[in-house]
C-alpha cells in the first residue's frame, strides 16, 4: 500500500474552502479600500470572528493538525484574499503562539482568551520583540526585565518598534533581556495586561505595503507586570539560566554544550517560518491568477497576449516557482508537526524561498499587466507592494540564507 500522499483529507479540504470563500466574498473586495485607508479593518475582523475563523478555538485546531498541513493551507487561503488584512486577522495567533508554546496552562487559559475577546467585542494581541536597533539581531535588544522581589512584580523599560498591532492590542507579548550575561539566551517573554500603565504606543508606521495592517512602535516606561505574568513561570526561567550559565562555561571549556543551546533555538524557527512561507504562496498565487487571466483575455496586434511565447513562458515560470514553494511549505510544516530534525534547515528554505518567489511573481504579473498593472484599479499593484515584506519580517532572506548555509556547512558563516 501506498502511504505517500499530497491529497489534503477531507478535513482540510473543507476548510481550506470554507476559508477560500471568506477569502473572496469578504477579504478580497474590502482590500484597495482598506489598503488607502491604511487602518485596521476591524469590520472585518468582527466578520471573520462572527464566523469562527478569528477565534481561538479555530487557530488551536489548525495548529495541532497532526499532518502539518493545516496552518499553511489556511494562511495560503486567507493571504490570497489580502495580505494586509490576513495579517490583521491573524496577527493575534502569532502572539497566541508565544503563550501556546512557552506559558503554563492557567497562563493560556487567562490570557488567550482575552487576545482574542468575542465576536461582538474583538480584541487583538501583539507580539513585541524588534527594536531599533535589535531587528536581526536579537541578541542586541535592550528592553530590560528586572524582578522587585518584594512586590513580587517585573519591571519592563524598552522601546520595541514594528510591531503589528502594537498599541491597540489588549493583550502584549514582550520579549525582554533578563539576564545580559547570556545573551539572547538571557531572554523571556512576558504578559503585559489591558491597561497597564506605562506601556503606550509610539510612532504609526505608514508602510509600503500591508498597509491594512498596523504596525506601530510600543513604548515601555516603567511597566509593572505581577510575576505571574512572566511566560512558564519563575522557577522554569530560574532553572533555563542556570542550565544557559552551565552550557556557556561548557561551550567555553570547548564542550558542545553551547551547540546544543543555538540547535533548540534554531528548531522553534525552522518549525514557524513555513506559516509566512505559506503567506507568501497565497500573495504569490493571487497575482499570477490576475495575470493568467489578464493574458488570455487582453489583445494586442489581433491575438491574446498569451500567444506570445514571452509572455507565455513568464506564466509557467510564476505557476511553477509557486508550486514549488507551496511543496517546500509543506515539507517544513510536515516535519515540524512529526518532529523530523531539520537537518538542511528545512524550514529556512521554505521561506526563502516562497518571500522571494511572491516577490518575482508578482513584479511579473505587474509587467503583463501594462499600466493597467502599474494602476491601482487593478489588484496586482497592491499585491506587489505587500510582497515586499515576506523577504523583510519574520528573518530577512539574508538572515534565512546565513541559517542555511550554516546548517549545510556547519561553518560559522557571517
Ligand atoms: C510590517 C512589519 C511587521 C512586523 N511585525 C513584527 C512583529 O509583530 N513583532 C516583531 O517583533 N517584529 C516585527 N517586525 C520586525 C521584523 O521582524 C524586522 O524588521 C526584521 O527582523 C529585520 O530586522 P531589521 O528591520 O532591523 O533589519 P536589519 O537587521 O537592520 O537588516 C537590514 C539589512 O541588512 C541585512 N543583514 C543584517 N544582518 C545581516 C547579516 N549578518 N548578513 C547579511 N545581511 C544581513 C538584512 O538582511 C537586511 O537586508 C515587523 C516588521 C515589519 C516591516
Known sequence: MAEFTLDL??????????????????IRPAAAEWDEREETPWPVIQEAAKVGIYSLDFYAQQYFDPTGLSIPVAMEELFWGDAGIALSIVGTGLAAVGVLANGTEEQIGTWIPQMYGTPD?????????SEPDAGS????????????EAKDEWVLNGTKTWATNGGIANVHVVVAVVDPALGSKGHASFIVPPGTPGLSQGQKFKKHGIRASHTAEVVLEGVRVP??????????????????????RSAAAGADGGERVKNAAMATFEASRPAVGAMAVGTARAAYEVALDYAKTRSQFGRPI????????????????????RLL????????????????????????YA???AKQVTAQAVQILGGNGFTREYPVERMHRDAAIYTIFEGTSEIQRLVIARTLSGMPIR
Open 121 to 129: 467585542d474583538v480584541k487583538l494581541a501583539a507580539f513585541c520583540s
Open 355 to 357: 518571500s522571494e518567489t
Open 227 to 248: 510575576g505571574h505574568c512572566l511566560l512558564g513561570g519563575k522557577r522554569k526561567l530560574d532553572e533555563r539560566l542556570a542550565r544557559a550559565h552551565e552550557r556557556a
Open 9 to 26: 483529507n477531507d478535513d482540510q479540504k473543507q476548510v481550506r474552502d470554507w476559508l477560500h470563500g471568506f477569502a473572496a466574498d469578504v
Open 306 to 325: 498569451i500567444d506570445n511565447q514571452g509572455i507565455a513562458f513568464q506564466l509557467a515560470d510564476m505557476r511553477t516557482r509557486i508550486d514549488a514553494s
Open 329 to 352: 511549505v509543506w515539507r517544513a510544516s510536515w516535519m515540524a508537526a512529526t518532529g523530523k530534525a531539520f537537518t538542511s534547515a528545512e524550514g529556512s528554505m521554505s521561506k526563502l
Open 137 to 148: 539581531d536579537v541578541s542586541a535588544m535592550r528592553t530590560r526585565a528586572v524582578y522587585d
